[in-house]
Every structure is written in structure tokens, then in C-alpha cells.
């Protein structure tokens, strides 16, 4: 059973989602979520940062290069874990 966690977006709405997993690529770190009520969506990879408060943060990530580079680690982890 995945970890299941409830973010809220921009507008206030509450969306489950299903973490399916959390990896590190060089200094950043990383989750890979899909929404709890639609396990056919597509995956959202989202990087983790913390507050001053130490609390999670979960961002998009606005960086072409980024975004692929942490979609390749993923799809990486995904092959590794399938072998």
C-alpha cells in the first residue's frame, strides 16, 4: 500500500494523492505522486523543500532541465525496482 498524502492547490481545493515514491538527485530531493482517485493520471514529480519552520514543502518544478533530469532519476528508480 503507497503513502498517501493530501495537498492543497493555489485556490484552497484538497487533492489526495499517492506517493509513489521520494528519491535524491544531486542536492535536491525529490517525490513522485499521482492522484489517489485516478491511479491512470499521469505521474507529478514535484521537488521537497522545507520552510523556516522546518515544515514539507512540495514545488512544481519550473525548470526544463530539472524536470527532466529528476523524470530520468525516476524512471530510473521504476526499471530498478521492476528488475
Known amino acids: ?5 493530501v495537498l492543497i492547490d ?5 487533492q489526495e494523492f499517492l506517493i509513489l ?8 530531493d525529490y517525490a513522485a505522486l499521482i492522484p489517489a482517485d485516478n491511479i491512470d493520471s499521469p505521474t507529478y514529480i514535484l521537488r521537497i523543500e522545507r520552510d523556516e ?6 514545488l512544481g518544478i519550473e525548470d526544463d532541465k530539472e524536470l ?7 524512471e530510473e528508480i521504476q526499471r530498478e525496482n521492476f528488475q
Open 1 to 5: 500500500m503507497k503513502d498517501r498524502i
Open 10 to 14: 493555489e485556490v484552497g481545493k484538497e
Open 21 to 28: 515514491a521520494t528519491f535524491g538527485l544531486d542536492d535536491d
Open 53 to 58: 519552520n522546518g515544515d514539507i514543502l512540495l
Open 68 to 74: 527532466e533530469d529528476a523524470i530520468a532519476a525516476y
